[in-house]
């Protein structure tokens, strides 16, 4: 009887010990699991360039181009130049008919020689009545006759005169020459084709000056033009050569406003050298204009200057060893969240730097230029320095997870086959 009741208390000793293990064991377990770290996201200080730029679209023109047409109206006789020509200054471009030009201008001086000889008649006419009138042999009436036949005879010689020029200059305009050392763009008329010269001058020819110095005309929203100014440095790229990235500078910003779909932009001139000659005039580019250009300066991130942390991490994080004076961290609360970060945007003064043994504290610093994604150090860090941009609390199993998913060494979860 003795024998079996000390069998049961054993039973009961063991099954007890056995859960009070098991206890242990599942405390163990879930204090593991709930133990937490505190995560920080850091950005080591380097030196790098600060650029902002104005991205928009235009058009390749050449700097100096010439519509190149006649003053005539008649039929085009030859033409001795095409497209992609070269010409030079005074070249022969081409000629029209000049039968009707000349035989206008052989009118012209037929009548001026028929002119020119009655006016002499006259002349001699006058003279002759004028000394006879001095004698007192003729009336004061025929003196007066003489002298009024003399006159308009002049004044009809010299009407003729100038129709000789003009058709003579008339005669000139048969013939096109270039007026500028360039390039023929175009050509817009052929041989046997009539040009009318009524109202307006007829282009024959466009001719380019020089296509080794181009322009770009690019419409800049009016959101942008205030950022623009001349000199600036200018890239662009064309789709002809996707590859290739052309540079020119501002040299104009026209104040000339042009509207299109409610959209209003302002035309900016770009200088841009065409040496290859690979920019022809037409072609589409995508400019970039760099209205701001910092380089070789120690970059900070903007989230380094947005980021505070609150004071519950702060309380679980490694004590820092100094800390500026009048400097409070702030609740992690969205108010004030916003309201620190629009206070830090307006002027950002301080991040968080790292220290070696996983410390960190607050650090004042200067910033120059910006880009809104990058700040200019002037003061505070130095090259190297490590500044916190983000905090957060995790697991120590989602911390070794994420440490493994990070190990390059680690193979990779298995497929399933």
Request: hydrophobic share 35%; aromatic share 6%.
């Amino acid at each position: 009887m003795n024998t079996n009741r000390k069998k049961k208390k054993k039973i009961i000793f063991a099954i007890i010990a056995i859960a009070i293990v098991l206890c242990i064991l599942i405390a163990l377990l879930l204090s593991r699991k709930s133990a937490t770290t505190i995560v920080k996201e850091t950005v080591t200080i380097s030196r790098g360039n600060i650029v902002n730029a104005i991205t928009a679209t235009g058009t390749i023109e050449p700097i100096s181009s010439v519509e190149v047409g006649t003053q005539v109206s008649g039929t085009i006789a030859n033409i001795y130049v095409d497209y992609n020509s070269v010409v030079k200054k005074g070249q022969l471009l081409a000629e029209l008919d000049k039968t009707v030009l000349e035989s206008e201008l052989k009118s012209q001086q037929t009548n001026l020689a028929s002119a020119k000889n009655e006016m002499d008649y006259q002349q001699k006419n006058f003279n002759r009545i004028k000394e006879l009138y001095e004698k007192e042999a003729v009336s004061q009436t025929d003196y007066e006759d003489a002298e009024y036949k003399y006159k308009n005879a002049s004044y009809t010689y010299e009407r003729l005169k100038l129709q000789v020029v003009t058709a003579q200059k008339n005669l000139s305009y048969a013939t096109i020459v270039s007026p500028i050392d360039g390039v023929v763009l175009s050509r817009a008329v052929s041989e046997g084709q009539t040009v009318a010269a009524s109202f307006n001058t007829p282009t024959l020819f466009t001719i380019a000056n020089d296509l080794t110095k181009m322009q770009v005309i690019v419409d800049i929203d009016e959101a942008d033009i205030g950022q623009v100014k001349e000199g600036q440095r200018v890239e662009f790229t064309v789709d002809a050569f996707p590859n290739d990235v052309f540079e020119g500078k501002v040299i104009q910003v026209r104040l000339e406003a042009k509207t299109t779909s409610n959209v209003v932009t302002y035309s900016v001139v770009v200088e841009a050298p065409n040496p290859d000659l690979k920019l022809m005039p037409g072609l589409t580019a995508n400019v970039s204009v760099f209205t701001m250009e910092v380089n070789d300066v120690l970059v900070l991130p903007a989230k380094a200057l947005r980021f505070n942390p609150d004071i519950a991490l702060l309380k679980k994080a490694p004590k820092p060893t100094k800390k500026p004076e009048g400097f409070a961290p702030q609740e992690n609360t969205p108010a004030k969240n916003m309201e620190s970060s629009k206070n830090q945007q307006d002027k950002p003064t301080m991040v968080w730097l790292e220290e070696s043994g996983n410390d960190m504290h607050p650090q004042k610093v200067e910033v120059g230029a910006n880009n809104g994604t990058e700040y200019e150090v002037l003061k505070g860090l130095k090259e190297g320095d490590k500044v916190v941009v983000s905090m957060k609390e995790v697991s120590l199993k989602e911390q070794k997870q994420e440490e493994m998913n990070n190990n390059p060494f680690m193979p990779g979860p298995r497929r399933k086959k």
